[in-house]
């Protein structure tokens, strides 16, 4: 099952659940607009190589488009629609003003020099410039950018249409951004992983956790739930999988990161096992905090932790699901579950509309506030529905959204 077609299985779920009418259906699930471009871009060795990139603004109901931008060699157009729409529902569930969208370059990072990566964005904003903007679609950094990108987008786009911070979220907190937003996803795991625990009575400094992924979110969701009792017993990234039954040194191990290059390799402090071990090994709260798919109906059958966490876009494929949930699983959602980072774009946005600076006791205290909100309606509704979390999560952003086209006199 392709990505925009998983979406659309759990849309159409939550859309039984509300007897929600078949027009609304069809409007809600297309696209308000889809833009592919060329990316032309001189390389360092004098070579011009011609790049992808993609925008689809998937819905606008409730304000203006909202959603990430990747750089990955597998990015498409399928892929990004699945994300778009994700966001539109994800910015609903956690009732921001916000639609959804996301957009991404078909290319591998990882592989280009800075001086490259800066050419790749610019000419990426050259293209879409005039179809995004404060008030109409406003990406953030996602996987393969950062905030290093996201100073060079509002820059190019400057040049454009004047300064305008607004216009892009996750800028480095000098540069109009705010701060908390770079531990946000990963804060937000960490608290959502505590609520549902004490929503199970479950004792957090009792719980163990896997987590696949030491990037931005896995490393802070890892750092959250260390502070809050729970041990630790795996962690990953691209280069393996390590594991300590006793529990591993999160702070040590995130200092290790930063000193090799953002990467875990050679790790000594843990049995170095692979990705897949991790995924089935024996614990708790398993979060996958990678990349989508992981999960998949080969190896669902073999997951041992009892919660699953969702804290990567899309980690767990739909046949997966069905076999998690009937074999008694609880999975928090990633529409729910990886939300702290557009929360807190909404907050610097916000910031910027209003020229007033915001401190980090503050993005913390509306972050937990929102995310706990967003959380405790999706545990009425999965109980008063008899659905998954999941379900219930689509309930709730596509009600808001489909009241909201109403309202505006659309449908």
Not at 125 to 133: A, F, L, P, S
Not at 263 to 286: K, R, W
Request: negative net charge; glycine residues 10%.
């Amino acid at each position: 099952m392709r990505a925009f077609e998983a979406v659309n299985l759990y849309f159409q779920r939550a859309a039984d659940q509300i007897e929600l009418p078949d027009e609304m259906r069809e409007l809600l699930m297309m696209a308000v607009r889809e833009v592919q471009v060329q990316i032309p871009v001189d390389m360092d060795d004098g070579r011009l190589a011609t790049f992808v990139g993609y925008r689809v603004q998937h819905n606008r109901a409730r304000g203006p488009m909202k959603g990430g931008l990747r750089y990955h060699p597998e990015v498409d157009l399928d892929e990004v629609r699945s994300l778009a729409s994700l966001m539109t529902w994800k910015t609903a569930v956690v009732n921001l003003p916000y639609g959804g969208a996301k957009g991404g370059v078909a290319v591998d990072a990882r592989k280009l020099s800075v001086i490259e990566l800066e050419r790749v964005t610019r000419r990426f904003v050259d293209e879409i410039h005039d179809v995004i903007g404060p008030d109409t679609d406003i990406p953030a950094p996602d996987m393969g950018t950062d905030h290093r990108v996201m100073a060079w987008i509002m820059n190019q786009y400057g040049k454009y249409h004047g300064f305008n911070p607004g216009v892009v979220t996750g800028k480095p907190a000098e540069y109009y951004g705010i701060p908390g937003r770079e531990e946000a996803p990963g804060r937000g795991v960490g608290l959502l992983t505590v609520k549902l625990l004490q929503r199970l009575k479950w004792k957090s400094k009792e719980a163990t956790i896997a987590i696949q992924g030491f990037g931005t979110v896995g490393s802070h969701a890892a750092k959250f739930l260390h502070e809050a009792g729970c041990r630790v017993l795996a962690i990953s990234d691209a280069t393996g999988a390590y594991y300590r039954q006793e529990g591993i040194d999160v702070p040590g191990a995130i200092r290790y990161s930063l000193q090799h290059d953002h990467l875990l390799s050679g790790y000594p402090d843990a049995e170095l096992i692979t990705n897949a071990a991790l995924l089935e090994s024996d614990v708790d709260v398993l979060v996958p905090a990678a990349i989508g798919g992981v999960i998949s109906a080969e190896n669902a059958p073999r997951i041992k932790a009892p919660i699953i966490v969702e804290a990567a876009n899309s980690p767990t494929q739909p046949e997966a699901d069905d076999i998690l949930v009937k074999g008694g699983k609880t999975v928090l959602p990633d529409v729910l579950a990886n939300a702290g980072g557009v929360t807190v774009s909404y907050f610097e946005w916000a910031q910027n509309r209003q020229f007033y600076q915001w401190n980090l006791d503050r993005v913390r205290g509306e972050l937990d506030r929102t995310l706990t909100s967003a959380f405790e309606e999706i545990w009425d509704l999965a109980r008063e529905h008899k659905v998954t979390l999941r379900t219930a999560a689509f309930i709730l952003g596509i009600s808001r959204v489909a009241r909201a086209t109403e309202l505006s006199g659309l449908a």
